[in-house]
């Protein structure tokens, strides 16, 4: 059987063309109209993935997601943003959405995001680990811990760990790590900025003055070891 896909739209039609073109690629597929709903779907009946609507009736998508980020961390979200509302799609991000489509959007993009993100959150079968000090990422079971405490991380948080980890001491600009990490050719790169934050903020002692994920002025980001 396929993954289990939740999509979370107040816009029938919207729902029913997702719902039709991830059936086609053999996802299974519940749907629901509200925030409320949303989140007693996630609890009685949990899906592999969530693509989430921003404008949603009684708990709006930032709400659930922030909801779903607190019991959940590894759940992937995909969230649905009208093409103006770019403070929204960062905010989502922030709280820890993993991935955004912009309305109007193209329904087979849409299955190509499930897959990549379903893709990069699934652990592999023979995995290692990789080490700086007290941070460790195992790649098979796709978890980190820091100081043996286990790292609540998101998936695109623990594949921009991963993926740093491998290449250290090296600078990577925003463009070069939305193609490396995200597998995107073009896209809002403000996505990176905020997933770098959120990971500083459980990676870093003082995340207003790193020692490990450095900013290098006019380029990108730097993995400093700290070992």
């Known amino acids: 059987m396929g993954h289990r896909v939740l ?9 029913d063309v997702v719902r039709r073109y ?28 969530i693509v989430l609507d921003l404008m949603l009736g009684g708990i709006d998508g930032l709400e659930v997601c922030r909801r779903l980020r607190q019991d959940r961390p590894h759940l992937p979200i995909i969230m649905l943003t009208a093409l103006g509302e770019e403070s929204d799609r960062v905010l989502g991000l922030q709280i820890g959405a993993d991935d955004y489509v912009t309305k ?18 699934a652990p592999e079968p023979a995995g290692g680990k990789l080490a700086d000090g007290e941070l460790v990422a195992d790649t098979g079971k796709r978890a980190a811990e820091l100081g043996g405490k286990l790292l609540q991380l998101t ?13 250290p001491a090296k600078a990577w600009s925003r463009e070069q ?27 870093e002692a003082d995340p207003a003055h790193p020692v490990r994920l450095l900013t290098v002025w006019g380029v990108g980001y730097r993995y400093e070891p700290h070992a």
């Open 22 to 49: 991830l059936e086609q690629d053999d996802f299974r597929v519940s749907l629901e109209s509200d925030g409320p709903a949303a989140l007693r779907a996630v609890e009685t009946q949990p899906p592999d993935l």
């Open 104 to 121: 109007p959007f193209s329904p087979r993009e849409l299955v190509l995001r499930v897959r990549s993100v379903l893709r990069r959150s």
């Open 7 to 15: 999509v979370v739209d107040d816009d029938p039609v919207v729902s």
């Open 155 to 167: 998936v695109r948080e623990f594949d921009l760990l991963e993926f740093f980890l491998r290449h």
């Open 177 to 203: 790590l939305l193609q490396k990490v995200w597998g995107w050719d073009f896209g809002d790169q403000s996505t990176v900025t905020v997933h770098v934050r959120r990971l500083r903020e459980k990676i």
